[in-house]
């Protein structure tokens, strides 16, 4: 008898649920969450890792790839080139967008499962890096009832108050990858996968 094969939703709840006991997660440049694994710098595939074991809001614990954050070796830098290197590295498909010189959102798309492609935008406040981005949709939206939204075309990934000046677009891009890849799963069994906090 031949193995059935695991359609790529079984796969992510199979994978938050491993995440949630302490495995990381990969994602790759077009946002795909591609493997759990205990080497988060494993140079052999094109991805960032991101350890989030409490879900969409537990940043005391994360564990990220270098390619998410600034370094103290990068602080000197200008924030928007290192920004810009993190992003070309990390999420290649997404453009940065803005007036009169100053960045104002970050636009692409996103495929966790590696089948829907999502349309997100980044909204960059002006007190970005010391404010956190805002998460949009952009040419679709959730149904009313999903979990972890603001409204239909404001997803929440991270609590104001747990966001660093550290963290980057990237970083961000990631985040969303996992909320999209959750939402998937939500949308075929009604459970959101992994740990969560009230809003």
Not at 42 to 66: I, Q, T, W
Not at 98 to 104: A, F, Q
Request: glycine share 6%; aromatic share 10%; hydrophobic share 35%.
């Amino acid at each position: 008898m031949a193995d059935e094969k695991k359609s790529p939703k079984e796969d992510l709840s199979e994978l938050f649920e491993r995440q949630a006991h302490g495995d990381v997660i990969e994602i790759d440049e077009h946002g795909r969450i591609v493997a759990p694994s205990a080497e988060p710098e494993r140079e052999e595939v094109r991805s960032v890792v991101l350890h989030d074991p409490l879900g969409e809001y537990g940043a005391e614990n994360f564990r990220m790839s270098k390619a998410l954050v600034v370094l103290p070796d990068e602080a000197h830098l200008p924030r928007w080139v290192v920004e810009e290197a993190k992003r070309k590295a990390s999420f290649p498909a997404f453009e940065f967008a803005g007036k009169d010189g100053c960045v104002t959102a970050v636009v692409g798309f996103l495929t966790p499962s590696g089948q829907r492609r999502y349309g997100i935008r980044v909204e960059v406040p002006e007190a970005y890096p010391y404010a956190c981005p805002t998460v949009r949709t952009a040419g679709w939206s959730v149904g009313s009832n999903t979990p972890h939204t603001y409204s239909r075309t404001h997803l929440c990934i991270l609590r104001e108050a747990q966001w660093r000046s550290t963290y980057t677009i990237a970083f961000v891009l990631a985040k969303t990858a996992l909320w999209l890849g959750k939402y998937e799963a939500w949308m075929e069994t009604n459970v959101w996968p992994g740990n969560d906090q009230r809003h």
